[in-house]
């Protein structure tokens, strides 16, 4: 009996240290690159640096100055729009386009494996492999096609290389690349529906577009609250991959938010400039006050205007 016991204990002690090294590293990560990172940022932000030495020589809202001049200025309100360009086609043409197609693999339609896979792809494959697909499609074998459809004597210019289509070809990608996690978490809550509450739409004479509006989209309202509300972030770190489509040089008027971070960040990095990481810090400062209220709107409206799923 003894035995037996002392055996108990050290499996309840064997497990307790399991336990503990489980979640050790996950919270040695919080600590480190979430709390003590998130500090120094925000202590960035005040420290006011001498421009030759980098040594902090006091505190300063100079930062905060220019980040909010840099939004009022046009290139920040160029910026701004590319940014909430980017969420708004999301909103428009991703979302409504994701739970189709998420409706239409519930449903079981003809191929719909299939959508599902071709859907998903974006989500697997490397981002830069997608963009050179894209890329070549739009510039080289539409256009070609194009040529030869109408005996141009000259090859017309790509969508993306056309000043006149690429934000738009840019906009069309990334609705396209959306598609993979939404349309999988649409569907995947689409399955869990009661197969009698549809059954019930049908015996009540209810189309197709009745049975989705009515009953698949009420149902499915939590799911698409949540990546709604989540996705007022994008509109201040989606680069729109535009990194992966023109690197360093993207042309002008076509930077977003999410891009110009990026870049500026970059930029610190590569000559230690420790000032311009100060300039970051208070710019994202700036951003997440704006972000913060501007999320708890959208969730409050959603919440409010929503369908219920009684």
């Given at each position: ?224 609250s949540v990546f709604l509300v989540s996705s007022v972030a994008s ?76």
């Amino acid at each position: 009996m003894e035995k037996i016991n002392r055996r108990k204990k050290m499996s309840k002690e064997g497990n307790v240290w399991v336990y503990i090294a489980l979640i050790a590293l996950p919270v040695l990560q919080f600590i480190l690159f979430y709390v003590v990172v998130y500090f120094n940022f925000i202590k960035m932000a005040f420290q006011k640096m001498d421009p030759v030495t980098y040594e902090v020589i006091g505190f300063t809202f100079d930062h905060f100055k220019t980040s909010i001049d840099f939004i009022f200025s046009q290139d920040g309100w160029n910026v701004i729009k590319m940014s909430i360009l980017g969420w708004v086609s999301h909103i428009a043409v991703g979302v409504p386009l994701g739970l189709l197609f998420s409706y239409y693999i519930y449903k079981k339609r003809f191929m719909s494996g299939a959508f599902r896979i071709f859907l998903f792809l974006p989500s697997i494959i490397p981002a830069i492999i997608l963009v050179t697909i894209y890329r070549y499609a739009m510039d080289n074998a539409i256009p070609a096609f194009q040529q030869y459809i109408n005996s141009l004597p000259q090859r017309p210019l790509g969508f993306v290389a056309n000043p006149e289509t690429q934000v738009l070809a840019i906009l069309a990608y990334n609705v396209f690349i959306g598609f993979g996690t939404s349309v999988l978490m649409y569907s995947n809550k689409m399955s869990s529906i009661e197969p009698s509450l549809s059954e019930a739409a049908k015996l009540d004479g209810t189309t197709a577009f009745g049975e989705f509006w009515h009953v698949t989209l009420p149902m499915t309202y939590s799911t698409i609250s949540v990546f709604l509300v989540s996705s007022v972030a994008s509109i201040f770190l989606n680069q729109l991959n535009l990194f992966s489509f023109y690197g360093w040089d993207p042309p002008a008027g076509m930077e977003t938010l999410g891009y110009y971070f990026f870049y500026k960040a970059s930029d610190a990095t590569t000559y230690n400039d420790l000032p311009a990481f100060c300039q970051l810090s208070a710019m994202g400062l700036v951003m997440t006050c704006i972000a913060i209220p501007l999320t708890f709107v959208v969730k409050y409206l959603l919440k409010k205007f929503g369908p219920s799923e009684e």
